[in-house]
């Protein structure tokens, strides 16, 4: 996985990252999400997908 971009204000965060991994017939495969993340009682947790 890589992080491309990340923000962050208060306990609001995004992440735009992508996701690599090799399907069952071997070939690569990608998957690209910004993502929204909330902090609650001191942990991040996924929030969902934005809109593309």
Known sequence: ???IHSQQ???IAT????AFWR?????LQLHHETSRFIR?????LYVD???T
């Open 40 to 44: 609650q009682a001191g942990r991040w």
């Open 1 to 3: 996985m890589e992080v």
């Open 9 to 11: 204000q208060g306990n």
């Open 49 to 51: 997908a934005l809109p």
């Open 15 to 18: 992440a735009e990252s992508k």
């Open 23 to 27: 399907d069952a017939d071997g070939q």
